[in-house]
């Protein structure tokens, strides 16, 4: 869908809104999975330390509910990039898109679950404030990117490039003027 717009010479253009491609969504799961995986190792070093330890600091709670969905997430967004140029396509992008959408869940719920399976809570209390931006920095900011960007996936066809070539069977017949005869005029 094309919206016209004037320019400052009078002349009308299409201009067409943008759209999210399949690589685009790929690069933004990388990224997003990239910080979803390593803000607990340098979030301290500019002060954001959810749970309050230092710098690249490995244990259990930031290896399975950070590094390891966002290893994952990594991964399946590289995956989604190269879909269309040299994998099989609509099943890769469908697998990659639930992998990310599963990665992105498990950063929401993870943290609220972590208190149940180790009996630690995974965010020390700070001010309101502090916390809601450690919930929204390290949780649920990559995690409902990461879903919605998982769904965009797993809904959208393969690329042009990975679908192969159908040629249709019906031909076009080419389209001839019929000729127009004067006759009478009616009143």
Request: charged share 10%; proline share 9%; glycine share 14%.
């Amino acid at each position: 869908m094309a919206v016209a717009t004037m320019t400052p010479t009078g002349r009308r253009t299409a201009v067409r809104p943008y759209r999210l491609s399949i690589e685009m969504a790929g690069l933004l799961i990388v990224l997003l999975g990239a910080w979803g995986g390593i803000v607990p190792f340098v979030g301290p070093l500019f002060g954001f330390s959810g749970d309050g330890s230092s710098a690249w600091t490995l244990n259990m709670s930031h290896s399975m509910l950070s590094l390891a969905p966002g290893a994952v997430a990594v991964g399946c967004g590289l995956l989604v990039m190269l879909a269309g140029q040299f994998l099989a396509g609509r099943r890769v992008l469908a697998f990659a898109g639930l992998v990310v959408a599963v990665c992105g869940a498990w950063f929401i719920i993870g943290p609220l679950a972590w208190p149940v399976l180790k009996g630690t809570t995974f965010f020390v209390g700070d001010r309101p404030l502090r916390e809601l931006a450690y919930w929204i920095g390290y949780s649920l900011g990559p995690g409902s990117l990461l879903v919605g960007l998982g769904a965009f996936v797993l809904g959208r066809p393969a690329p042009a490039a990975a679908m192969p070539a159908v040629e249709s069977e019906t031909r076009e017949r080419p389209v001839t003027a019929k000729p127009v005869t004067a006759g009478p005029a009616t009143p």
